[in-house]
């Protein structure tokens, strides 16, 4: 398979527990980003990387949540002390190119239940 | 803060009619409209796009109207199929600043 590949599918977690997600993107992207999607809503933007770099991040990114992109491949996305309110799908997607609006692929994404 | 509003919220349509989903924005700067398509457990998948210097683009059964001057876009889909129930999502974007309307739930009765 090789398109962007999200783990795990669907992770359960306890209040106040951190979380980690992983995500690969395809192989020859250098662009990757991180969205949430709740029930019922289109994704909403969380945070961006090209390459390794971390170039923009929504303000829906509370301090609790970090993303790294350690050698510009995969990425990791970290929730520490989660809320209920964080449960939701997070979606990674990856693109190519240096220039403007090129087609982003999604993963299927991670399913957080916070209970 | 919503700033691509989508309608309906949910459509019901006969195999063989023709789905439209509607779409208004309302930053000018948007510069490249596509509509994605995710069935239930995978991510969005891109189904068709649009940039502003064009009214109209059709891909197979698919085709998206744009309306530069009102703000709006839509999306149409002929000979609807069963296969094609899903959920769709519009999008505008500014470089990668990629905002999505709510969602539609389509379901086309056989």
């Known amino acids: 398979d090789t398109g962007v590949s999200q783990d795990p599918r669907h992770k359960i977690t306890k209040r106040g527990q951190n979380v980690t997600f992983r995500c690969d993107p395809i192989s020859e992207h250098n662009r990757l980003y991180w969205y949430r999607q709740t029930l019922g809503q289109g994704p909403e933007f969380l945070t961006y990387f090209q390459n390794e770099a971390q170039l923009e991040k929504s303000r829906l990114l509370s301090d609790r949540f970090s993303a790294e992109r350690p050698k510009g491949s995969f990425s990791t996305l970290e929730i520490q002390r989660t809320e209920q309110g964080d449960s939701a799908m997070y979606l990674c997607?990856?693109?190519?190119?240096?220039?403007?609006?090129?087609?982003?692929?999604f993963g299927q994404g991670t399913r957080l239940t916070v209970v | 803060q919503q700033q691509v509003k989508q309608s309906p919220q949910s459509l019901i349509v006969q195999k063989g009619g023709i789905s439209i989903i509607n779409c208004a924005y309302e930053n000018t700067a948007f510069d490249y409209f596509p509509w994605y398509q995710q069935f239930p457990g995978k991510g969005p998948a891109l189904l068709i796009a649009?940039?502003?210097?064009?009214s109209e683009k059709k891909e197979g059964r698919f085709t998206i109207s744009f309306n530069k001057s009102a703000k709006q876009f839509s999306l149409h889909i002929m000979d609807s199929q069963p296969g094609d129930s899903a959920t769709y999502f519009c999008?505008?974007?500014?470089?990668?600043?990629?905002?999505f309307g709510a969602g539609t739930r389509l379901t086309v009765k056989p």
């Open positions: 649009i940039r502003p210097d064009v």
């Open positions: 999008a505008a974007s500014k470089g990668n600043d990629m905002r």
């Open positions: 997607a990856s693109s190519l190119g240096s220039g403007h609006n090129t087609e982003a692929f």
